[in-house]
Structure formats: C-alpha cells, structure tokens
C-alpha cells in the first residue's frame, strides 16, 4: 500500500512540476507563431528606416491578441501612444541575423496617424525577446511633434551592424498673437557591443545630422 502511495505521489509532483514550467515559460512556447509572420531576409549594407505618408501593407498584419501576448509588456511600455493596443495595425517588416545568436525582427506599428518602428532583438539561445530598439518614429499634437528615422550599417568598420539614430523635435511657442517655430535636430550612434545596442557618446554630433538627413512634415 505504501508502495502506491509513493507512485501516486511521485507522479503528482511531475504534473505540478510541469504546469509551473509552462506557467513561467509562455512566451518560449507561443514565440514560433509570432515569427512566422516574418520573412528572413539578408540585411543590405544599409538599411534605412523612415517613416512614411503611404498607407499600411496590411498583407502581413499580425494579430493584435498574438503579438501583445507574445512580446513582453516591459519591452512596450516605453513606446509612446500606445495605451489602446486594440486600435493598432502590427506589420512583420523583415528578420535578420544581427550575430550567431541575436535576430532582429523589425515590427511596425500604426495607431491612428501615429507611427513606430521597433527592432526586437530575439535570443536564439534562451527562445525568447530579450530587448527593444526604437528605429524610427512619428508621434506627438498640436503644440509639439517629434520625428525618427534611422540607418543601420557598419558604423564603426568591425564588420558588425550598427545604428545611426537621427531625431527631429518640432514645437509651436505661443508668442503674441503670432506663435514661434521651433525645430531641433540631434542624432545618436548605437554600436553592437556585446550582444546588444549601446548607445555611444559622440563629441560632435553636428556632422552626423548633416550627413544622415530625414525627411520632415514641416
């Protein structure tokens, strides 16, 4: 009788054991239906990612319930506009190898005229997202709008992808009776380091938003 008692026991624990690991593990399981919604293609030299006036291509929308079940909420939550992820169209733009381990999936989201584009670094080795990179990015109202693009290439020349992030805020001050026109442009550099993105002080920055011009809506 003890015997039994012992068996029963022991198989008890493997099916509590078992539900506790998937209770942990949910975006490993479900990640595979999420990335077959991207096509795997080779980076070019230069990728440049800006935003644009022309509609969605709708063709390959990603299911909202999918995607903000898959994709962790810390990885999100930064991103600006979007508290009502009901009202977005999610576009799988393209995959591609950033090392032997990192993917990037560049995921595009449209909210009513708002726009972003997001690089998801996926981690081969642990089957999950483990990171965010904001590419490009159009946002703001009527008082003040801000403007992304971006270029990924070997900035650096140590044969691995890096990023050129190009930023332009744009502002209406109430002066009088006629408002006054802002405009600042900035621009960063994120070199692959490691595994990931780091962003890397640059003592002139003058020169590169020279050099890497985006397109503006003013």
């Known amino acids: 009788m003890t015997s039994k008692i012992n068996i029963l026991?022991?198989?008890?624990?493997?099916?509590?054991?078992?539900?506790?690991?998937?209770?942990?593990?949910?975006?490993?399981?479900?990640s595979p239906e999420l990335l077959a919604y991207f096509q795997h293609l080779p980076l070019s030299d230069t990728l440049h990612i800006e935003i644009s006036n022309e509609d969605a291509k709708t063709e390959v929308?990603?299911?909202?319930r999918l995607f903000f079940t898959i994709i962790p909420a810390a990885?999100?939550?930064p991103i600006e506009y979007l508290a009502d992820s009901a009202q977005a169209t999610v576009l799988g733009r393209q995959q591609f190898y950033l090392d032997d381990n990192i993917s990037a999936y560049?995921?595009?989201?449209?909210?009513f005229w708002f726009q972003h584009h997001s690089l998801f670094l996926f981690d081969e080795s642990k089957k999950a997202f483990t990171d965010r990179i904001t590419v490009a990015e159009w946002y703001g109202g009527d008082g003040g709008q801000v403007l992304t693009g971006s270029w990924i290439f070997d900035f650096n020349g140590d044969g691995k992808k890096d990023i050129v992030r190009r930023e332009i805020q744009h502002s209406m001050i109430p002066k009088d009776d006629e408002p006054t026109e802002q405009v600042f442009e900035s621009a960063s550099i994120l070199l692959w380091k490691n595994g990931r993105f780091e962003v890397t002080p640059l003592k002139d920055t003058a020169a590169l938003?020279?050099?890497?011009p985006i397109r503006s809506f003013w």
């Open 9 to 30: 026991h022991y198989f008890l624990c493997l099916n509590v054991l078992g539900l506790l690991a998937s209770c942990h593990t949910p975006h490993r399981s479900q």
């Open 61 to 64: 929308s990603i299911p909202n």
């Open 75 to 77: 990885l999100l939550e």
């Open 106 to 111: 560049w995921v595009e989201i449209r909210q």
């Open 209 to 212: 938003v020279l050099r890497f």
